[in-house]
C-alpha cells in the first residue's frame, strides 16, 4: 500500500504520538506487549514532523508512559471481556487504536468512535466487521449513544484513553451523566492529568492540543458521580519497563502526592 496523506489537526493529531510510542514499543528488546499492526500502519502514515519537539522532548518517558499506559489499558479490558457474558468495548477517542487487534478476539461488539476526520482515517487502514464497528461522531454529541448495541450496561467498558483532559471540566461533567443517564452500571476506564501533568503538557499547546482539566485527583472523580473501583498512578506500573534512569527517580517522586496524582488512570463504574 502506498503512503496515506493525512491532514488531522488539532487533538487529533495526539493520536499519531501513541501510535508511535505502540510501533517504537516493538523495537524494545522486551515489549510490554505485541503490535505488528502499528509497525504496519506508522509505515503508511507519514510521520508528523510538528510532533517531534514533543515526542523528542522526553524520548524514552513519552514512550513508555505511552506504551505503559496502553499495556494497562489491555490489562483491564481483558478482564472486562473475561468476565462478562457479552462484553462489549466501547473505545471513546479512539484514534488509531489496535486494542482490537490485540485482545479483542472473544469481545462480543467493540465500537471506536472518533472524529469523522480520524473515522474516515481508519477506513483506508482498518476493516468493520459485524464485532468491530467504527463511529464517526463528536463524543460530545450523545447521539452516538443510539449506536451501542442492546446489552446490558453492566456488559459494557467505555475506554476514554487519552480523552477527557482535552476538555473542561463541565464538559466531562455533562458527557458523564449523559452516560450515566443512559448505561448506569457500566464501566469506564480514563486517565486524568494533574498538576504536575501541567510541565509535562505544555508543549501539547504548541501543536493545537492545549490540555484543558487538570484534576486534582481521584475524589475530583468520584465527586463528579462516578464509583472507583480502582486507581493507579500510571508512573507507578510495570517498574521493570521505565528505564533504569527513571525507575528510581519515580518510586521516590511518585511517594508524593503531587507526583503521584500527575497521571491517574482510573477504573470508575458509571
Ligand atoms: C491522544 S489521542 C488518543 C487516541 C487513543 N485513545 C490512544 O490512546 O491511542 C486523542 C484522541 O481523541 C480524539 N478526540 C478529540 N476530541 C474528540 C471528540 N470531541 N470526540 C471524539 N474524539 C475526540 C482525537 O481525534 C484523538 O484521536
Same mark, same amino acid.
Given at each position: 500500500m502506498s503512503p496515506i496523506i493525512?491532514?488531522?489537526?488539532? *487533538?487529533?493529531?495526539?493520536?499519531?504520538?501513541?501510535?508511535k510510542a505502540r510501533a517504537d514499543e516493538q523495537l524494545h528488546p522486551h515489549p510490554i506487549f505485541q503490535d505488528?499492526?502499528? *509497525?504496519?500502519?506508522?509505515k503508511l502514515l507519514p510521520w508528523d514532523n510538528g510532533l517531534e519537539a514533543i515526542y523528542? &522532548?522526553?524520548?524514552?518517558?513519552?514512550?513508555? &508512559?505511552?506504551?505503559?499506559?496502553?499495556?494497562h489499558h489491555d490489562q483491564i479490558a481483558s478482564r472486562h471481556i473475561a468476565n462478562h457474558a457479552n462484553p462489549v468495548v466501547v473505545e471513546l477517542g479512539a484514534g488509531l487504536s489496535t486494542r482490537f487487534h490485540r485482545i479483542g478476539d472473544n469481545s462480543y461488539r467493540w465500537l471506536e468512535l472518533d472524529l469523522p476526520i480520524v473515522t474516515e482515517l481508519r477506513h483506508k487502514l482498518d476493516t468493520q466487521t459485524q464485532q468491530?464497528?467504527?463511529i464517526s461522531a463528536s463524543v460530545m454529541d450523545f447521539n452516538w449513544m443510539n449506536a451501542l448495541p442492546d446489552v446490558a450496561p453492566e456488559n459494557i467498558l467505555f475506554i476514554a484513553e487519552g480523552l477527557l483532559p482535552y476538555f473542561e471540566k463541565d464538559q466531562v461533567q455533562l458527557l458523564i451523566s449523559q452516560m450515566q443517564s443512559r448505561f448506569s452500571g457500566a464501566s469506564l476506564v480514563m486517565d486524568i492529568l494533574g498538576n504536575y501533568g501541567k510541565v509535562v503538557s505544555k508543549v501539547f499547546g504548541k501543536i493545537g492540543a492545549s490540555h484543558k482539566w487538570y484534576a486534582k485527583n481521584e475524589q475530583e472523580v468520584t465527586e463528579m458521580g462516578l464509583h472507583l473501583i480502582d486507581v493507579w498512578s500510571l508512573f507507578q506500573l510495570?517498574?521493570?519497563?521505565?528505564?533504569?534512569?527513571?525507575?528510581?527517580?519515580?518510586?521516590?517522586?511518585?511517594q508524593l502526592s503531587y507526583y503521584r496524582n500527575g497521571y491517574l488512570i482510573l477504573e470508575t463504574k458509571l
Amino acid at each position: 500500500m502506498s503512503p496515506i496523506i493525512t491532514e488531522v489537526t488539532g *487533538v487529533s493529531r495526539t493520536m499519531l504520538l501513541t501510535l508511535k510510542a505502540r510501533a517504537d514499543e516493538q523495537l524494545h528488546p522486551h515489549p510490554i506487549f505485541q503490535d505488528p499492526l502499528a *509497525v504496519e500502519w506508522s509505515k503508511l502514515l507519514p510521520w508528523d514532523n510538528g510532533l517531534e519537539a514533543i515526542y523528542s &522532548s522526553k524520548p524514552k518517558l513519552i514512550q513508555t &508512559s505511552f506504551a505503559v499506559r496502553a499495556y494497562h489499558h489491555d490489562q483491564i479490558a481483558s478482564r472486562h471481556i473475561a468476565n462478562h457474558a457479552n462484553p462489549v468495548v466501547v473505545e471513546l477517542g479512539a484514534g488509531l487504536s489496535t486494542r482490537f487487534h490485540r485482545i479483542g478476539d472473544n469481545s462480543y461488539r467493540w465500537l471506536e468512535l472518533d472524529l469523522p476526520i480520524v473515522t474516515e482515517l481508519r477506513h483506508k487502514l482498518d476493516t468493520q466487521t459485524q464485532q468491530h464497528q467504527f463511529i464517526s461522531a463528536s463524543v460530545m454529541d450523545f447521539n452516538w449513544m443510539n449506536a451501542l448495541p442492546d446489552v446490558a450496561p453492566e456488559n459494557i467498558l467505555f475506554i476514554a484513553e487519552g480523552l477527557l483532559p482535552y476538555f473542561e471540566k463541565d464538559q466531562v461533567q455533562l458527557l458523564i451523566s449523559q452516560m450515566q443517564s443512559r448505561f448506569s452500571g457500566a464501566s469506564l476506564v480514563m486517565d486524568i492529568l494533574g498538576n504536575y501533568g501541567k510541565v509535562v503538557s505544555k508543549v501539547f499547546g504548541k501543536i493545537g492540543a492545549s490540555h484543558k482539566w487538570y484534576a486534582k485527583n481521584e475524589q475530583e472523580v468520584t465527586e463528579m458521580g462516578l464509583h472507583l473501583i480502582d486507581v493507579w498512578s500510571l508512573f507507578q506500573l510495570y517498574p521493570k519497563r521505565w528505564p533504569w534512569q527513571l525507575r528510581l527517580l519515580l518510586k521516590l517522586r511518585t511517594q508524593l502526592s503531587y507526583y503521584r496524582n500527575g497521571y491517574l488512570i482510573l477504573e470508575t463504574k458509571l
